[in-house]
């Protein structure tokens, strides 16, 4: 019986220290295997597809996906770590279920060759709001030039014509 490849899958949301633990943490861990997009240029498409193809669009994908996965340099011996907060960063990504970030995983890495594990750190979230609102200033102003200060963001999220922005 053929031994399933680990991966263990950090998503941490946008301003959880993820890059600090990608920088410092799991590059200095033995018997690890530390995956990012800077690192593989296979990960870096097959990230591409899973942030920015819708799921139907995605599942239209199964043999370019299945060629990508099949280049992605995994060690049958360690962990493996794949680790990236734009999976979460909805200014990166039109991809608002995360259930469906899930869902794309289990197909990239088939339960038959692969054991998946998932990370997911978070923060308070009124804190991680004006975080994510500072970090990405352009391009909440990019969907509404309204949007101009915090506070106006704020007042306007409640709104119904701002509702398909931030529901799942």
């Known amino acids: 019986m053929n031994k399933k490849i680990k991966i263990y899958i950090h998503i941490g949301f946008p301003k959880t220290a993820s890059t600090l633990i990608q920088k410092h943490y799991f590059p200095k861990l033995h018997n690890v295997n530390y995956l990012s997009k800077e690192n593989d240029l296979n990960l870096n498409k097959l990230f591409k597809i899973m942030i920015f193809y819708p799921m139907n ?28 907060e734009s999976f979460t960063d909805l200014s990166t990504s039109d991809e608002k279920n995360p259930l469906n970030l899930i869902k794309k995983f289990k197909n990239c890495f088939p339960e038959k060759k692969f054991s998946l594990f998932f990370l997911v750190v ?38 119904i014509q701002y509702k398909n922005y931030f529901t799942i």
Request: hydrophobic letters at 35%; a positive charge.
């Open 57 to 84: 669009k995605f599942n239209l994908e199964k043999k370019k996906i299945e060629s990508i996965t099949s280049k992605i340099k995994f060690h049958k011996d360690k962990s493996n770590i794949i680790s990236d």
């Open 122 to 159: 978070t923060r308070n979230q009124a804190d991680l709001i004006l975080s994510h609102y500072a970090y990405c200033y352009k391009n909440f102003l990019l969907r509404n030039f309204r949007w101009n200060s915090f506070n106006k963001f704020i007042l306007s999220i409640n709104k």
